[in-house]
Each structure stands twice: as structure tokens, then as C-alpha cells.
């Protein structure tokens, strides 16, 4: 997502017209880079995370875009997002938003976190010197994920 999100900040601050600049569009949701469908790897998001018409959505956006048809996708705003949690979308004037607020998070250990029953920690609380962890990594017996893969969905590859 860090590329996206720096390739939609680039182009809004320095493409070569204000037509290319005011024309950038973004969408955040629970998904990777297949279909719209609300899931990501084993999690479901919900119905409410779902564009059910993804295609007709796109094609709209090209209409608008490529063929100059004004179909509404002007007067949209720019920036649409899924709140996870709440499960609902918002749009917004602008990413990143303006009232958004930095917060650091640290991972922290006892020494025995690289188990699921472990010590491990994650918080705002800054580091201090804390016990390393350890874990073997072998390929014949790699470390199943949690949640299913992240990358990419197959099922419109066929």
C-alpha cells in the first residue's frame, strides 16, 4: 500500500497539468489487488466493505477520465476509505488526512516472544534494552500465515 499511497501524493503535488493533478482518485479498502470483494487473505470485512459492481465502477471512472463523459465522478471527492472497525466508507477532501496524528509503536520482548503464547509486546511505549528473540527459519517447514496469504487473489486469473 506504501507505494500507492506515495504514487497518489506524488502525482497530485507534481504531474505536468492541473488537470492530471486535480483528477487523481483514491480508494482504500479491505483488500489486496484483486477484486473488491471485502476480503483479504481468511478475514472477511463484512457486506459493507464490498463494491458489488467493481467493473461498472471502473468503467465509469474511465468514462469519466479517458472519454471526457461527465457522469458524476467529478463532483465526487477524492478520496474514499473503509473505516475497518466501524465498517464504513468515507470520503475525503485529501491523503493524508489533515487531522490524522503520528502515533509510534514499538515492538518489545522478554526474551520469549517468537511463540504465540510468548512475552512479546507491541505499544507506545518507547524501547529500552530489552532481551533479543530468537527464531529458526527453515524453508522444508516454513511458518504457516495467519489470516491466509496477503498478496494476491487468483480468481481472475483464469
Same mark, same amino acid.
Given at each position: 500500500?506504501?507505494?500507492?499511497?506515495?504514487?497518489?501524493?506524488?502525482?497530485?503535488?507534481?504531474?505536468?497539468?492541473?488537470?492530471?493533478?486535480?483528477?487523481?482518485?483514491?480508494?482504500?479498502?479491505?483488500?489486496?489487488?484483486? /477484486?473488491?470483494?471485502?476480503?483479504?487473505?481468511?478475514?472477511?470485512?463484512?457486506?459493507?466493505?464490498?463494491?458489488?459492481?467493481?467493473?461498472?465502477?471502473?468503467?465509469?471512472?474511465?468514462?469519466?477520465?479517458?472519454?471526457?463523459?461527465?457522469?458524476?465522478?467529478?463532483?465526487?471527492?477524492?478520496?474514499?476509505?473503509?473505516?475497518?472497525?466501524? %465498517?464504513?466508507?468515507?470520503?475525503?477532501?485529501?491523503?493524508?488526512?489533515?487531522?490524522?496524528?503520528?502515533?509510534?509503536?514499538?515492538?518489545?520482548?522478554?526474551?520469549?516472544?517468537?511463540?504465540?503464547?510468548?512475552?512479546?509486546?507491541?505499544?507506545?511505549?518507547? /524501547?529500552? /534494552?530489552?532481551?533479543?528473540?530468537?527464531?529458526?527459519?527453515?524453508?522444508?517447514?516454513?511458518? /504457516?500465515?495467519?489470516?491466509?496469504?496477503?498478496?494476491?487473489? %487468483?480468481?481472475?486469473?483464469?
Amino acid at each position: 500500500m506504501g507505494g500507492t499511497l506515495r504514487n497518489y501524493e506524488a502525482i497530485k503535488a507534481g504531474a505536468g497539468s492541473e488537470a492530471a493533478r486535480r483528477g487523481q482518485r483514491l480508494m482504500i479498502g479491505p483488500w489486496y489487488h484483486g /477484486p473488491f470483494n471485502g476480503k483479504t487473505g481468511d478475514v472477511d470485512f463484512g457486506p459493507e466493505s464490498r463494491i458489488e459492481e467493481s467493473d461498472d465502477l471502473i468503467l465509469r471512472w474511465y468514462d469519466y477520465l479517458l472519454k471526457g463523459i461527465p457522469n458524476g465522478m467529478e463532483k465526487e471527492k477524492p478520496v474514499k476509505i473503509f473505516v475497518m472497525g466501524k %465498517n464504513v466508507w468515507r470520503d475525503e477532501d485529501d491523503w493524508p488526512l489533515a487531522r490524522a496524528k503520528s502515533t509510534r509503536f514499538y515492538l518489545h520482548s522478554g526474551g520469549k516472544a517468537n511463540t504465540s503464547t510468548g512475552d512479546g509486546a507491541l505499544n507506545t511505549t518507547a /524501547p529500552r /534494552p530489552e532481551a533479543s528473540d530468537v527464531f529458526t527459519y527453515d524453508p522444508a517447514d516454513p511458518v /504457516p500465515t495467519r489470516g491466509g496469504g496477503l498478496c494476491c487473489d %487468483n480468481e481472475h486469473l483464469a
